[in-house]
C-alpha cells in the first residue's frame, strides 16, 4: 500500500488558536470528546422532559459536559435514526472557545477581544455542489415527508407541543434585497409535514415574512437541525440587515463557509449541517403555537399565531445528530455562556464603529435573563460626558438593544467579568440620584415577564448605571487600596512553594506613583506626566 504524503496545512486556513477550523458538527463533538467535555448517553432516554431534565440539572455541575444521548424511548426503531446533542456549549467557556476558533484556554476578556476583531474580517459564503453536502445522502419530498418519525423533544411540562431545532439555523431571504438571513427561533412541530416559527418583533426573518405577505407572496424558508454550533452562536445575534450572516461566520473561521442550492427551495444551506428541512410559508398561514419555557427562565407568551411552514423536503446524513439548546435559568441555559462573549464583542466592535474611545472590555452577565439583561463596561475616562456617552450607546447600538435592561459602566481598574467587582464599584462609586439614568419604550419581547399586562409588551425601558468615579473630581477622589505590582510578583513566584491552592488570580490595578494628569476643568493635576496631546489640550 502506497504511503500517503503528509500535507501542511494552508496558514490562511489556519484558526487562531493554530487548529485547522472546525468542519461540522461531528469533527466538533470528536474535539470536545479529546478535551474530556463530552457524555454520552447509551441507556434509551425519553424525549418528552428526560432529556431536558437531565440537560437542566447537568448544565448545573463543574465541569458540565455536552451530552449525546444515543438511544430515545420509542424512537429505536426509527429509519431515521437520530441522535440528540444537548448542552452543547452550556456554562463551558473552553467549549465556546472552540466553537469560535480560539484555544480552549482563552481567557474571557481576550476571548472578547478576539472574537470582537473577527467579526471585522467577513468572508462571502460558497456555494459547492451537492455532492459535497453530506446531508443529501437521504431526501425525502412532498408526501415521503414525516417529521413525526424525529425524536422531536418536550421540554417542560406546560410547554404547547415538541421543539425541533431550538439549536437551528433557519435561512429565509429578503424579499426586496435578496440578502440571506441566518436566525435562531423555535420551531414546534405541527404535523408530519408543518412546523411552526415563532419570532420576535424586529427579527430579521419576521421582517422578510412581514414584507412577503405585504406583496402577497409566500416566501421560503429552510431549517438546519443539526449544526457546526458556531451557526447557534452567530445566528443569535443581530448585525446589519443587509448582510448575511454566513459572512460573519466565514469570518469567525477564516474562511468562506461551504454552503449548497436547496432542492424545492433557492435558499443556500449550510454544506455542513447534520438534517435540513425545506419549505414554504403561503401569504397570511398561521397557526396557534406555544406557550415554550423561554430564555429568561418563564414560559413565554400564552398560545397564539405563528407563521406555518408547510416543509416540502427533508435532506439527512445517515444516523443524523439533531442539535437541541434549552432555555431555563442560568446556568441551564443553553445561550447564556455563548451570549455572554458574542453579544460582548458585537457592542464592543459597535462602540469602535462609532469612535467612542477607552473602551477596555464589555461583558453581557450570562447569568442576567441567558445574556440579554445585562451589559457592563470597563473604560478609561478621557473627557467630560465620556461614561454617559458610552453608557447611552451600548444601550441602543444593534448588537445590544434588544431587550437589555441593565447597561453599566464602570472604570479600567474594573474586571467587567467580575460581578463581585462590578457590585463594589456600583456601591462606592455610583451616587444613585445623580448616576442613574432611564430610557423609556425600548425594544423588548413579548416573552418579557416583567410587562403586565402583556398588551404592553413588546415595549421595554432600560437604566442606564454609571459606576465610574466622578469625572470632574477625578484628581481628589477617594483612593483605592491597590497593591504594589512588585509585591503581586513576588508572591506570584512563590505561590506554589507557599502551598496555596490554585491559580494566583489575575489583578488588574496596582499602586502607582504619583504623576501628573491634564484635568478639563483645572488644568494638571496629579495623575501622569503631560504629554503633547495635553499640552495642545492646555492651549485650548
Known amino acids: 500500500m502506497a ?40 441507556q434509551p432516554v425519553d424525549c418528552n422532559e428526560e432529556m431536558s431534565a437531565i440537560a437542566y440539572l447537568v448544565a448545573k455541575q463543574s465541569p458540565s459536559p455536552a451530552i449525546l444521548f444515543e438511544r430515545t424511548k420509542s424512537y429505536e426503531t426509527s429509519p431515521i435514526g437520530a441522535t440528540l446533542l444537548w448542552n452543547i456549549l452550556g456554562p463551558s467557556l473552553r467549549r465556546i472557545a472552540l466553537t469560535l476558533e480560539e484555544s480552549p484556554d482563552t481567557l474571557t476578556v481576550e476571548l472578547i477581544r478576539r472574537v470582537k476583531e473577527k467579526l471585522k474580517q467577513r468572508k462571502p459564503p460558497r456555494e459547492v455542489a451537492r455532492n459535497q453536502a453530506p446531508f443529501y445522502e437521504n431526501s425525502r419530498t412532498g408526501n415521503e415527508v414525516d417529521l413525526l418519525e424525529l425524536p ?52 430579521d426573518a419576521r421582517l422578510h415574512i412581514t414584507r412577503a405577505w405585504q406583496k402577497d407572496q409566500p416566501i421560503q424558508v429552510a431549517a438546519a437541525w443539526g449544526i457546526d454550533p458556531l451557526f447557534m452562536v452567530i445566528g443569535s445575534q443581530t448585525f446589519p440587515k443587509n448582510v448575511s450572516e454566513y459572512e460573519f461566520a466565514g469570518g ?45 427562565g418563564y414560559y413565554g407568551r400564552p398560545e397564539a399565531g405563528c407563521p406555518l411552514v408547510e416543509v416540502t423536503a427533508v435532506h439527512y446524513r445517515s444516523s443524523p445528530i439533531l442539535t437541541n439548546a434549552l432555555m ?31 473602551i477596555q472590555g464589555v461583558y453581557s452577565h450570562p447569568a442576567a435573563a441567558g445574556g440579554f439583561g445585562m451589559t457592563v463596561l470597563s473604560l478609561e475616562q478621557r473627557y467630560a460626558g465620556h461614561a454617559a456617552q458610552a453608557l447611552a450607546l451600548a444601550a441602543q447600538v444593534p448588537g445590544g438593544a434588544y431587550y437589555t435592561k441593565w447597561i453599566i459602566a464602570v472604570d479600567e481598574d474594573v474586571d467587567p467579568t467580575d460581578i463581585n467587582q462590578v457590585i463594589w464599584a456600583m456601591s462606592s462609586r455610583c451616587n444613585p440620584v445623580d448616576d442613574i439614568d432611564l430610557l423609556r419604550n425600548t425594544w423588548s419581547t413579548w416573552l418579557d415577564p416583567t410587562q403586565n399586562p402583556p398588551e404592553k409588551r413588546p415595549y421595554g425601558s432600560k437604566a442606564l448605571i454609571n459606576a465610574c468615579k466622578e469625572h470632574r473630581y477625578l484628581p481628589v477622589f477617594s483612593k483605592r487600596t491597590t497593591l504594589r505590582r512588585e509585591i503581586y510578583d513576588q508572591v506570584a513566584s512563590r505561590w506554589r512553594e507557599l502551598g496555596l491552592p490554585g491559580e494566583i488570580p489575575t489583578v488588574r490595578a496596582f499602586e502607582e506613583e504619583t504623576k501628573v494628569v491634564y484635568h478639563e476643568v483645572g488644568g494638571f493635576e496629579p495623575g501622569h506626566q503631560p504629554g503633547e496631546e495635553d499640552k495642545a489640550k492646555d492651549k485650548e
Not at 490562511?12 to 463530552?38: F, H, N, Q, Y
Not at 455563548?338 to 474611545?357: C, H, M, Q, T, V
Request: glycine share 10%; net charge neutral; aromatic share 8%.
Open 3 to 42: 504511503k500517503r504524503e503528509k500535507r501542511s496545512a494552508d496558514p490562511e486556513s489556519l484558526s487562531e488558536s493554530g487548529a485547522e477550523p472546525i468542519k461540522d458538527l461531528r469533527e466538533w463533538i470528536t474535539r470536545v470528546e479529546s478535551m474530556g467535555e463530552l457524555v454520552r448517553v447509551k
Open 152 to 203: 422531536i423533544p418536550k421540554h417542560w411540562p406546560l410547554d404547547g407541543g415538541h421543539y425541533a431545532g431550538t439549536a437551528d439555523a433557519v435561512i429565509t431571504r429578503d424579499p426586496d434585497s435578496g440578502y440571506l438571513n441566518v436566525g435562531t427561533y423555535r420551531m414546534m412541530l405541527q404535523g408530519k409535514n408543518q412546523v411552526g416559527l415563532y419570532l420576535s418583533p424586529g427579527k
Open 252 to 296: 469567525i473561521k477564516g474562511r468562506p463557509i461551504p454552503v449548497v442550492r436547496g432542492m424545492t427551495t433557492d435558499l443556500l444551506l449550510p454544506a455542513s449541517a447534520e438534517f435540513v428541512v425545506e419549505g414554504v410559508i403561503r401569504p397570511n398561514s398561521v397557526k396557534k403555537e406555544g406557550p415554550f419555557g423561554e430564555f429568561p
Open 328 to 358: 431555563a435559568d442560568y446556568p441551564s441555559n443553553e445561550q447564556s455562556g455563548f451570549f455572554s462573549i458574542i453579544r460582548s464583542a458585537r457592542i464592543w466592535d459597535d462602540l469602535e464603529k462609532l469612535g467612542i474611545p477607552g
